[in-house]
Nanobody, 127 residues
Framework: QVQLVESGGGLVQAEGSLRVSCVAS????????VGWFLQAPGKVREFVAA????????NYANSAKGRFSISSDNAKNTVYLQMNNLKPEDTAVYYC????????????????????WGQGTQVTVSP
């Protein structure tokens, strides 16, 4: 089992920045992939970014490229999502998720690939 706890969400103005964190515990390992997803009210959960646990390989949704950056700190068992130049349409609950995978993060863009999920953290971007 893997436990995930997100933090760092909040209210920010448009064009501002925010960093959300995901602390993992349990059976997290070097073969784990951690992904970030967002879910806006009334909409399906969408892929944002994913990273392998060692931090050597990442993958991003087109909407996140150039604005968001995913990274990992193995010493802290934490994966971060740095979000810059935020837009009101980025407003959503952000979830981190984990899966044991041997493929690259690009192969884990669907929420159905992930068996372990955190509780989510709300990010609100005001105009």
């Amino acid at each position: 089992q893997v436990q995930l706890v997100e933090s760092g969400g909040g209210l920010v103005q448009a064009e501002g920045s925010l960093r959300v964190s995901c602390v993992a515990s349990g059976l997290i390992s070097s073969t784990s992939i951690v992904g970030w997803f967002l879910q806006a009210p009334g909409k399906v959960r969408e892929f944002v970014a994913a990273i392998n646990w060692s931090g050597t390989n990442t993958n991003y949704a087109n909407s996140a490229k150039g604005r968001f950056s995913i990274s990992s700190d193995n010493a802290k068992n934490t994966v971060y999502l740095q979000m810059n130049n935020l837009k009101p349409e980025d407003t959503a609950v952000y979830y981190c998720a984990a899966v044991k995978g041997i493929l690259r993060p690009a192969n884990y863009r669907s929420p159905h690939e992930y068996p372990y999920w955190g509780q989510g953290t709300q990010v609100t971007v005001s105009p």
